[in-house]
């Protein structure tokens, strides 16, 4: 489908198995239930919104991400990336820029690898509203197999009216894709509307509501929820679930995480209750300049 015609049906409006859009989610998405649209974390946003960009900090962040996951779908998962966010106030556009490689190993032992190199840029059109962009290249690599190699973009707006609510909306892979490149593997257009609120800088409320639009026939829609609390030392205790009814899962996100002056912590344990052996740990290290 036409890029054009994505982006009109959006101004009218991941480590995942292989029917989503969204191949990586961090450790805070992770533990609120894959939700994030709408909120601005400095080593995650650019995965889900690249309007989230233009409210980053006014620093450079960088970042590293870790997982490993055990799936009865698509095998063993070993997942490692770096970010690197720039909000620093000095900057005409904020901008983010990250790594990410995949190892899977699947049941019967066949070893694949992905590489995805991704670049996120956003600007504030006006006070609370941010209007971003995102491009991103992949390389999915198969033992034994063929290589093969997907471009695509994202595009998304991000409205903040007042600090303690926002409201972000994302168009992922608007770009038309190689029939030739296997379905399971093939970049998917999705649509995804999220929602966060804050009560008192101390309790994080977000929903996502987000619908693929490839390898979904029946057009079901997944939704993310998830509850976050900050406490003054600098701890959150994270806890959320994504109902993803286009995949046939039902996956239980928990975290903690530790803010502090100079390095930030944040892990999330995630489990689908539909199916046994679906694990994953993910851990993210982040220092803020």
Not at 8 to 13: N, Q
Not at 67 to 77: H, M, P, W, Y
Not at 150 to 178: H, K
Not at 194 to 201: A, D, F, Q, T
């Amino acid at each position: 489908m036409k890029a054009r015609h994505w982006l009109l049906t959006a101004l009218c409006f991941s480590l995942t198995t292989p029917a989503h859009a969204q191949r990586f989610h961090g450790p805070v998405s992770r533990a609120l239930g894959e939700t994030g649209r709408a909120s601005a974390d400095p080593a995650e946003s650019m995965f889900l919104n690249p309007a989230a960009t233009g409210f980053l900090p006014p620093t450079l962040v960088v970042g590293a991400h870790g997982l490993l996951g055990e799936s009865a779908r698509t095998g063993d998962e070993h997942t490692w990336g770096v970010v690197l966010a720039d909000g620093s106030t000095d900057k005409w556009m904020p901008g983010a820029f990250s790594y990410i490689r995949e190892k899977t190993e699947s049941a019967t032992g066949t070893l694949s690898r992905d590489h995805e190199f991704r670049l996120s840029i956003a600007k504030l059109a006006y006070p609370g509203f941010s209007v971003g962009f995102g491009a991103h290249y992949r390389e999915h690599e198969i033992q034994g197999g063929a290589n093969h190699f997907q471009a695509n973009a994202d595009f998304g707006v991000l409205w903040q009216p007042v600090p303690m609510f926002s409201l972000g909306f994302s168009a992922q892979n608007v770009l038309s894709t190689d029939a030739e490149i296997p379905e399971n593997i093939r970049d998917t257009p999705t649509l995804g509307l999220g929602v966060s609120s804050n009560y008192n800088e101390r309790l994080v409320a977000r929903l996502d509501i987000v619908r693929p639009e490839r390898q979904n026939p029946d057009r079901r829609i997944d939704v993310g929820a998830g509850l976050e609390t900050i406490f003054s030392s600098g701890l959150s205790l994270r806890l959320g679930c994504n109902w993803k009814e286009s995949a046939g899962q039902t996956l239980f996100g928990s975290g903690i995480g530790y803010r502090g002056p100079r390095l930030q912590v944040d892990y999330a344990y995630q489990t689908d209750a539909r199916l046994d052996r679906e694990d994953r740990h993910l851990i993210d290290l982040w220092i803020p300049f």
